[in-house]
């Protein structure tokens, strides 16, 4: 996966409509924080949290600031899911 580009577009990112969350720790190393940004800027309904003194490898293991934020991103919008899933029916 590292050693072949994926050569996504900004098109491709744009065709995401679902939540999505990018999680990456400020120290990540693998992929710049810059480019964590420009796909949060061109996905939709993205949401972007960039944890402090964390690396690519330490991010899951941060413990309670990590779990909160995954925590609370999947309690809103599998809410806002289900609520969308029962007006549909």
């Avoid at 999505?20 to 993205?46: F, H, K, P, S, W």
């Amino acid at each position: 996966m590292w050693w072949t580009p994926l050569d996504y577009s900004a098109k491709d990112f744009q065709k995401i409509t679902v939540p999505t969350l990018i999680l990456m720790g400020d120290r990540g190393g693998m992929i710049e924080l810059e480019q964590a940004v420009e796909m949060y800027q061109l996905i939709q309904n993205a949401e972007l949290a960039i944890l402090p003194n964390a690396t690519h490898m330490s991010t899951p293991t941060e413990g309670k600031l990590f779990t909160d934020i995954v925590l609370d991103f999947l309690l809103r919008h599998t809410a806002t899911t289900n609520k969308e899933v029962e007006n549909a029916a």
